[in-house]
């Protein structure tokens, strides 16, 4: 999927996603997933809404400086 938004977009080297991904994620501590790769737009935005809407406790960034 990483290669195919990659080849639409002209400003991008093919694998330069792939190539980053270890290192964007290699912290790996979220409070909220969304995969854009399956969600559409209004799907993603829906369910960030949908989280916010539950009163959320963030903790990720408190682990993370821990």
Do not use: C
């Amino acid at each position: 999927m990483l290669s195919v938004r990659e080849a639409e977009r002209t400003d991008r080297t093919l694998g330069q996603a792939a190539a980053q991904l270890p290192a964007v994620h290699a912290h790996g501590d979220y409070d909220l997933l969304v995969d854009t790769g399956v969600l559409t737009a209004d799907q993603a935005a829906d369910s960030v809404l949908r989280w916010i809407d539950s009163g959320p406790t963030l903790t990720a960034l408190d682990r993370l400086r821990a």
